[in-house]
Structures are given as C-alpha cells and as structure tokens.
C-alpha cells in the first residue's frame, strides 16, 4: 500500500512556473510507477505525465510535453512536477497516483493523492 500526499499548489501568471510534489510512504517496490493526471471542472480526468521510478522511464501527453518535467528525489521518495510556461488551458486539480506498471489511464494507477489545485491566470 502507497500513502500519497500532495502539495505545491496555487496561482500563477500566465508564462510562470510551479513545482508540484508528491511524498510517498508506505509499502512499495523499486519497479513502480508513478503518474501525474488532471481534472478540471465539467472534463474528465486527463493524463499528464507518468514514470517508472527505478529506471526513469516517462511519457508525457503531448499538451505538456516540452514543458513539464518530472524530477525526482529518491532520499525523500519524493516525485515533482515541474511545470513552466504554463497556459490558462492547464488550470486543473492535479493528482498524483501510483501503480505496479507505467500507464497513461487511470485504471493503470491503484493509489492517488488527494489533489490540488492549479490556477493560471491570463
């Protein structure tokens, strides 16, 4: 079982960044992923990002790729989303999740962080 806890939320420009984080704990295994979705009001959930922690495997969906990145701190089990030059279009709750295998679907994942919210404004 994997404990997620969100954090890093907030408001910013049009053009500016924002890191967001995403501490782990409890049970896990070297091989897990890990994947960032969003979900903004009246849309469904929507793929972001995601990564295979040991070996640093990604896929970014094609809205953020270029301009999102997923740094990550293994002493703190800790995984970031790095987020510049962000757009009105990327304001959304954001989530962090968890799952044997690296997936781009929220069936893929089996633990989630509780969200928090993203707003850019123009």
């Known amino acids: 079982q994997v404990q997620l806890v969100e954090s890093g939320g907030g408001l910013v420009q049009a053009g500016g960044s924002l890191r967001l984080s995403c501490a782990t704990s409890?049970?896990?295994?070297?091989?897990?992923?890990m994947g960032w979705f969003r979900q903004a009001p009246g849309k469904e959930r929507e793929f972001v990002a995601s990564?295979?922690?040991?070996?640093?495997?990604?896929f970014y969906a094609d809205s953020v790729k270029g301009r999102f990145t997923m740094p990550r701190d293994n002493a703190k089990n800790t995984l970031y989303l790095q987020m510049n030059s962000l757009k009105p279009d990327d304001t959304a709750v954001y989530y962090c999740?968890?799952?044997?295998?690296?997936?781009?679907?929220?069936?893929?994942?089996?633990?989630w962080g509780q969200g928090t919210q993203v707003t850019v404004s123009s």
């Open positions: 999740a968890a799952g044997p295998t690296l997936g781009t679907t929220p069936q893929d994942f089996t633990s």
């Open positions: 409890g049970r896990t295994s070297s091989s897990y992923a």
């Open positions: 990564i295979r922690w040991n070996s640093g495997s990604s």
